[in-house]
């Protein structure tokens, strides 16, 4: 017979004293001959809720789910006409309204006669151990599934191929519309789908997309971890919550599954549904564990390729090296042989110049590589102070121009006025354009065009390099700023480099708190590189030149000892200081040097650090605890040019550092710096 179900459901809540009470875990109840219930049974009242008046005669099938009250009506007839013991599974509805699975038995009490008295059965909840057993099937299920994806993908080392073969994977395990692997950028704003797997005639989703599609709360979560689970798009989203995205793809439900690493996303999985959908938990969870564990096979697979890729690139590096270091040698073994052959001076001035530009090449390249390698242990410190952008520019210029002009390119010059300040180390922002304009040089075909232009921009100095030349195809731009790299579309285009330059511009740009970009339409397009820098953030003077000496000054060239063990270099600076009208004297190790500077009483003492006998500093020391001595000018003549390294000579007590190969210009403003000025 019916029963009103929200009266029913009401009464459950509480037993007969109206007080809430648990159910059995097993009924046991009597049917009469025919099926029906004639006398009272207790227990499944307490069970079911259900008063003598509703579940008597038949009325206890209203009890039982709907979606299997037919079959179980069907079933108990049939066992009465039997009259055999009756075995049934089905849902049966408990006082609280939530329906059970019971494992119900009945069974035919025969009176003396033959016929039947009665029949006695029993109900028994086994929901636990039912959801149990499923739970168990699911996980091994699960697993089962993971092992298959994990044998999959273990002979892949291509990290697309990897996402490409677990989205095919997961796709069709959950019967989905679409599934894809994402990776997001290190900005964390960006994310991109390289390959997806789709059910027939269901268009790609490849690409680079904005975490903002998803909506700000949802792109707030994805980035903490949390995974965005939608059921029906159309219902649960609206435009702005990622909806608009959604329906522009034909999708009504999805699973996007963030990956979070070291507190930044850095993966996701998506899983669409072209229909709506409800996501089961154990959907989500194997979404999410699949993710994570095709990004630590992907992390792997990187990790190798990258360990491959710079050992190629260390091979690269070191033919490279080789290569450019000859290539200045070559001149000046030529030059050399052809000062020894001529005596004519005109020859022998075009000889000079080419030892000395290639000369400064190799000290270039030497700096360089000693840049790098300061800068990656972090023993570069900037010498900041306030200065135009407009005198660095210009300064930069001027290193490049022998690249420029030996290229004959033309070069145009949009300089900022001199209130564009910055606060920045002036010799490394000057490294950074001029490297810039030597690269824009290199990788321009003779007669170009480049372009400086600098400016200002909010609390910003922006620089920028713009080049006619080969440019950078799209799928080679970000290796650009790789150490040790060249790209391969341009090594026969290119005029030599170690692939540093570019790196070294980046590290030190944002060493200053800026940044380094470039852009280039694709091959034979050119290139624009842009660097941006913090303007100085208070508008002070800019440091100014050192004031010029009178002309009507006159100084006395100091005497100068130089203590040098290799002999070449010995000799040739002596020979140079000599020709610059100093009295010089001269020592191949520390002993000889103090026997020399008692001797000679120098004003300057030019002191190479790693000697025999005694090295520089201990020379430098016996020199300053002498009083004949302890007056001279000590300057430190060394290979070593680190910060650390020019902070331990002067802690030593050097007046000055010099770094080999020392250029003209700075030796003549040291001489000149320590010559006595008389009116």
């Known amino acids: 017979m019916p029963v009103d179900d929200e009266p029913f459901a009401a009464r459950a809540a509480a037993g007969p004293s109206g007080a809430a009470a648990p159910a059995p875990a097993a009924v046991v109840w009597h049917a009469a001959a025919h099926g029906g219930i004639e006398i009272e049974n207790p227990s499944w009242s307490a069970f079911t809720g259900q008063r003598f008046d509703e579940y008597r005669g038949w009325g206890w099938s209203q009890a039982v789910h ?48 033959g016929g039947i008295r009665e029949w006695v059965g ?22 089962r599934f993971l092992d298959r994806i994990g044998q999959a993908v273990r002979g892949l080392n291509d990290a697309t191929e990897i996402m490409a073969v677990t989205a095919r994977m997961l796709g069709q395990h959950l019967g989905a519309t679409r599934c894809a692997y994402a990776d997001v950028e290190p900005d964390n704003d960006r994310f991109t789908i390289r390959s997806d797997w789709a059910r027939p005639g269901v268009p790609s989703s490849a690409g680079v997309y904005s975490l903002d599609l998803f909506g700000p709360q949802a792109t707030f979560n994805l980035r903490r971890g949390r995974h965005l689970v939608v059921n029906d798009v159309d219902r649960e989203l609206g435009d702005d919550g990622g909806g608009r995205m959604f329906n522009a793809i034909g999708i009504k439900a999805i699973v996007c599954a963030g990956l979070v690493k070291g507190g930044r996303l850095v993966a996701m999985m998506a899983v669409h549904q072209a229909r709506p959908r409800r996501w089961s938990e154990a959907e989500i969870s194997v979404i999410a564990e699949v993710v994570e564990r095709s990004w630590a096979h992907i992390e792997r697979v990187r990790a190798d390729a990258l360990l491959r890729e710079q050992d190629r690139h260390k091979d690269e ?9 000859r290539n200045p040698l070559a001149p000046i073994k030529y030059a050399i042989a052809l000062l020894r052959m001529s005596a004519d001076p005109g020859r022998q001035a075009q000889a000079q110049n080419i030892i000395d530009r290639q000369a400064t090449h190799m000290a270039r390249l030497i700096d360089d590589l000693l840049d790098v390698s300061r800068i990656s242990r972090g023993l570069i410190t900037l010498q900041r102070e306030v200065v135009p952008l407009r005198r660095l520019m210009q300064e930069a210029v001027e290193t490049a121009r022998p690249a420029i002009e030996a290229a004959q390119h033309r070069l145009a010059l949009q ?10 180390d002036p010799a490394r922002v ?15 075909p003779d007669g170009g065009d480049i372009r400086l232009a600098g400016w200002s921009a909010g609390a910003r100095a922006v620089v ?64 624009t590189f842009t660097v941006e820098l913090p303007l100085a953030p208070v508008a002070r003077p800019p440091v100014p030149m050192a004031p010029a000496r009178s002309e009507g000054a006159r100084s006395a060239l100091p005497r100068v000892l130089v203590v040098e063990d290799n002999p070449d270099g010995l000799t040739m600076l002596v020979a140079l ?59 430190a003549l060394t290979g070593w040019g680190a910060e650390s390294d020019r902070r331990r000579t002067a802690e030593a007590g050097f007046d000055g550092h010099l770094t080999k190969p020392v250029e003209l210009d700075a030796l003549r403003a040291l001489l000149a710096q320590h010559a006595r000025v008389s009116g």
């Not at 709907?66 to 408990?94: K, M």
């Not at 000057?430 to 321009?444: E, H």
């Open 577 to 635: 200081l000599q020709a610059l009208g100093h009295r010089v004297a001269w020592a191949a190790d520390g002993p000889a040097a103090l026997c020399q500077a008692r001797a000679f009483d120098p004003q300057l003492v030019l002191l190479d650090l790693g000697l025999p006998g005694l090295d520089g500093y201990e020379v430098a020391r016996r020199l300053r605890a002498e009083p004949q001595t302890s007056g001279a000018a000590i300057v």
């Open 317 to 325: 590096f070191l033919a490279t090296l080789a290569h450019e270091l």
């Open 66 to 113: 709907p979606d299997d009250r037919a079959e179980v009506a069907a079933r108990w007839r049939q066992g009465l006409a039997a009259r055999a013991v009756v075995l049934l599974q089905y849902r049966l509805r408990r006082f609280d309204g939530e329906y059970r699975e019971v494992m119900a038995q009945g069974a035919p009490v025969f009176a003396a006669d």
């Open 464 to 527: 920028e390099v713009v080049d006619n030349g080969i440019g950078v195809p799209p799928d080679q731009q970000g290796k650009l700023f790789r150490m040790f790299t060249q790209l391969h579309h341009s090594a026969a285009r290119a005029k030599g480099g170690l692939g540093i330059g570019l790196s070294l511009v980046k590290r030190l740009a944002e060493m200053h708190g800026g940044s380094v970009r470039m852009h280039s339409d694709g091959l034979d397009e050119g290139s």
């Open 122 to 143: 029993t109900c028994v909840d086994v929901t636990a151990e039912r959801r149990a057993q499923e739970a168990l099937r699911a996980s091994e299920e699960r697993l």
């Open 415 to 424: 300089l900022p006025d001199d209130a564009v300040l910055l606060d920045a």
């Open 430 to 444: 000057v490294q950074v354009i001029g490297n810039l304009l030597t690269n824009a040089a290199k990788y321009t």
